[in-house]
């Protein structure tokens, strides 16, 4: 499951993918647990999942870092996806292997807003919500993070998407995959993000694009 969730990681070799609404998910690498600390605690060898959805979100969220889990933000205005292009700021599928990555670089001119890519179809969709409902349950666990890293993702995504223009946006950027319409698109996440609590995550993502408006040339 884990090894399927993650797109962009491993392509097939003549370099194109092949996505298909309800038809299997684009092949990728999950990334490996981490041999030391992660952000809920513990290294792997002490990790015990209480069933297969924990076990789905560890290898997902597991890897990464402390630092980046573990944050004290406010809250800042909302931006659509469209309208983080009108100021300058790009977005742009992150690298890095674990999910739920959120990050804002700033340049002289422009900026980048680096998000997770997410592959979209009907498993994994039932995945995402489940992962947040299992963060839901047990908020509170982990003393490095308030524990909703998937839900403050998703919480983005359906910030970036008000209009299907945004959501072609995300496709064109490549952080969003998958089969479905615009319009279903846009409907599952911004159903699913009235459903969410805001995690720390979240806020820290709207603090850093609060923070390239009022400094960007």
């Known amino acids: 499951m884990g090894a399927k969730?993650?797109?962009g990681k491993a392509k097939p070799k003549n370099g194109r993918r092949r996505?298909?609404?309800?038809?299997?998910?684009?092949?990728?690498?999950?990334?490996?647990?981490?041999?030391g600390k992660s952000h809920g605690g513990g290294g792997i060898e002490h990790y015990k999942p209480p069933h297969l959805l924990g076990l789905l979100r560890f290898t997902q969220v597991g890897g990464m870092p402390e630092h980046?889990?573990?944050?004290?933000?406010?809250?800042?205005?909302?931006?659509?996806?469209?309208?983080?292009?009108e100021i300058g700021v790009v977005l742009m599928p992150s690298t890095e292997p674990w999910f739920g990555d959120m990050r804002v670089r700033r340049f002289r001119l422009a900026g980048e807003l680096l998000l997770s890519p997410v592959f979209l179809r009907?498993?994994?969709?039932?995945?995402?919500?489940?992962m947040a409902a299992l963060e839901a349950s047990t908020a509170g666990a982990s003393r490095e993070s308030d524990g909703f890293v998937v839900s403050s993702y998703?919480?983005?995504?359906?910030?970036?998407?008000?209009?299907?223009?945004?959501?072609?946006e995300l496709r064109r950027r490549r952080l969003l995959h998958g089969a479905p319409s615009n319009k279903q698109a846009l409907g599952f996440f911004k159903g699913l993000g009235q459903n969410l609590r805001f995690g720390?995550?979240?806020?820290v993502a709207l603090e850093e694009i609060d923070s390239y408006k009022r400094h960007r040339s």
Request: hydrophobic letters at 45%; charged letters at 15%; one cysteine or more.
């Open 19 to 35: 996505m298909r609404w309800g038809s299997g998910c684009i092949p990728a690498t999950a990334p490996a647990p981490p041999s």
């Open 68 to 85: 980046m889990a573990n944050y004290t933000a406010y809250p800042m205005s909302p931006s659509s996806a469209v309208e983080l292009a």
């Open 154 to 168: 998703l919480s983005v995504l359906a910030m970036l998407m008000d209009r299907k223009e945004d959501v072609h």
């Open 122 to 130: 009907e498993v994994t969709a039932c995945w995402l919500v489940n």
């Open 200 to 203: 720390d995550r979240y806020f």
């Open 5 to 7: 969730f993650h797109p």
